[in-house]
Nanobody, 125 residues
Framework: QVQLVESGGGLVQAGGSLRVSCTASGRTFMSRAMGWFRQAPGKERAFVATINFNGATTTYADSVKGRFTISRDNAKNTVYLQMNSLKPEDTAVYLC??????????????????WGQGTQVTVSS
């Protein structure tokens, strides 16, 4: 069974940067798209970014476009989210997810079948 483990969250001041990582167990990592979502207290889970199986195609939410970069290293079974110019409204638990039977990612959480436990990112003003 595939497991996803996020790391790298923390507390950062507004305008700062942070990189979160997600490492997967299992053999199917390199054949599946991966995504990052976030969930703030009292809010629904929201799409952040997705990357296709080989890293050639990425998609971002408008709220993070130009500030966040998703990437992957299939040799390490790891997907990254580099977050720059962070804002207080970026504060949330960040979760990575594996696409279900798809090599291209989507913005819909229902298209992902495996989720990590999440890592907290807090941006202070």
């Amino acid at each position: 069974q595939v497991q996803l483990v996020e790391s790298g969250g923390g507390l950062v001041q507004a305008g700062g940067s942070l990189r979160v990582s997600c490492t997967a167990s299992g053999r199917t990592f390199m054949s599946r798209a991966m995504g990052w979502f976030r969930q703030a207290p009292g809010k629904e889970r929201a799409f952040v970014a997705t990357i296709n199986f080989n890293g050639a195609t990425t998609t971002y939410a408008d709220s993070v476009k130009g500030r966040f970069t998703i990437s992957r290293d299939n040799a390490k079974n790891t997907v990254y989210l580099q977050m720059n110019s962070l804002k207080p409204e970026d504060t949330a638990v960040y979760l990575c997810a594996r696409a279900a039977r798809r090599s291209s990612g989507t913005i819909y959480a229902t298209d992902y079948d495996t989720w990590g436990q999440g890592t907290q990112v807090t941006v202070s003003s």
